[in-house]
């Protein structure tokens, strides 16, 4: 366990060094690290301190720590690990409970919800395709992302990972790599990242009033 957490630890490290300073091998990797900065430092810099500030805080930094490791990993081996991926889910509801504690059973119907629409397009899509256009990690990550921003800020975590991935495309191709459709860029660290944004701006309610 202690040797799992260090080189997890290890690896995060180095992808967090190198994606900053856009160097190899996480080149592309460079706006999406750079976002997860940005975000942290809006909360600590835009938020009037209190209980609830101290608490969204903490919270915010454990999901920092944890969407940075499954960028690390997943940038470098394509997976997202489902330690991960349960330990998002956990400190989700943790998070709902803290800070939206009448939520609870609503968030985790969404969850559900979330999980079965996903799974079927997942399934869909490699029947007509013939190959994965999300894998099954992605799908995971988010059942487990919807514990920490609902169902009605999906579409504002997918709309930014989409524009996300596509500048890391732009920047692979820019560099001389192939990307096509059989050989897509691991979309995890893409995800990590809308989900980071829409937990930190909360868009859907800028929308709504």
Known sequence: MIT???????????????????REPYRDQVLVVWLLVFGLFWILLSGQVDQTWVAYSALSGVLAILLAAICAIDAR?????????GATAASGLVAVWLLNPDEIMYRLAEVVIVAIAIAAFHAIYRWVRGYDGLGFGDVKFLAAATFWIGLRSLPALLLIAVVSALVSAFLLKSA????DGR??????????VGLW?????????????
């Open 4 to 22: 799992e957490l260090r080189k997890t630890a290890t690896r995060t490290g180095h992808y967090l060094t190198r994606s900053l300073v856009c």
């Open 183 to 192: 050989h897509a860029i691991p979309f995890g660290p893409h995800l990590a």
């Open 197 to 209: 944004l829409a937990w930190v701006f909360d868009p859907m309610s800028l929308v709504s009033g």
């Open 77 to 85: 081996f394509g997976i997202i690990p489902d330690k991960l991926v």
């Open 176 to 179: 001389r790599y192939e990307v």
